[in-house]
């Protein structure tokens, strides 16, 4: 902000600064109290799930301590639970607008360049090609036969790594 001072081309302010300030706490707080309830309603209506996870954290943490970061790895499952809360919920349905910097072809529709893209994740996070039986909640989707964690990068809440491949693979097949 310093070095905009005084420069009249500049359109940045600071009532623009704690606009932006505002907006990305509001969006931080709007997203975690959705996912927070979701979480409690899930494990409410799936009793099954609550009881295994909280034996694989009673088994890995015990009852006298919190957990830390580290564990993390641990705790396969209730890693696994925690994503497919972020699937079920779908907790932002829309992802950011993002432009195009090419033209791009998709299923022969020509998409100019300099377009807005607002990627719609609940299809993705629901379509059945992507996980199988989508309108069912079931956390061992995300655990292999030896429970480790598998296609978490296609729970786009937060990321869109998954689509950006994609549509990667589109732009390079063309």
Same mark, same amino acid.
């Given at each position: 902000?310093?070095?905009?001072?005084? $420069?009249?081309?500049?359109?940045?302010?600071?009532?623009?600064?704690?606009?932006?300030?505002?907006?990305?706490? =509001?969006?931080?707080?709007?997203?975690?109290?959705?996912? &927070? %309830?979701?979480?409690?309603?899930?494990?409410?209506?799936?009793?099954?799930?609550?009881?295994?996870? #909280?034996? @694989?954290? *009673?088994?890995?943490? /015990?009852?006298?301590?919190?957990?830390?970061?580290? @564990? #993390? %790895?641990?705790?396969?499952?209730?890693?696994? !639970?925690?994503?497919?809360?972020? #699937?079920?919920?779908?907790? /932002?349905?829309? =992802?950011?607008?993002? /432009?195009?910097?090419?033209?791009?072809?998709?299923?022969?529709? &020509?998409?100019?360049?300099?377009?807005?893209?607002? +990627? *719609?994740?609940?299809? &993705?996070?629901?379509? +059945?090609? !992507?996980? @199988?039986? +989508? @309108?069912?909640?079931? +956390?061992? #989707?995300?655990?292999? =036969?030896?429970?480790?964690? !598998? $296609?978490?990068?296609?729970?786009?809440?937060?990321?869109?790594?998954?689509?950006?491949?994609?549509?990667? *693979?589109?732009?390079?097949? %063309?």
């Amino acid at each position: 902000m310093k070095s905009e001072k005084g $420069n009249t081309e500049s359109t940045f302010d600071y009532e623009q600064l704690l606009k932006t300030i505002l907006d990305l706490f =509001a969006a931080g707080t709007e997203t975690t109290s959705t996912a &927070v %309830q979701w979480f409690i309603v899930l494990l409410v209506n799936h009793p099954e799930v609550q009881s295994l996870m #909280r034996r @694989e954290i *009673n088994d890995v943490i /015990g009852t006298s301590r919190y957990p830390c970061m580290e @564990e #993390r %790895q641990k705790l396969p499952y209730t890693d696994a !639970v925690l994503h497919e809360v972020l #699937r079920f919920g779908c907790i /932002g349905p829309l =992802a950011l607008p993002h /432009g195009l910097t090419q033209d791009l072809n998709y299923k022969g529709y &020509v998409i100019p360049k300099d377009s807005m893209l607002i +990627p *719609n994740l609940h299809s &993705v996070l629901y379509d +059945p090609e !992507v996980f @199988e039986d +989508p @309108e069912t909640f079931r +956390p061992t #989707r995300f655990l292999d =036969a030896e429970r480790k964690l !598998v $296609n978490v990068d296609k729970v786009l809440t937060f990321s869109l790594a998954y689509l950006v491949r994609i549509l990667k *693979n589109i732009i390079y097949v %063309q």
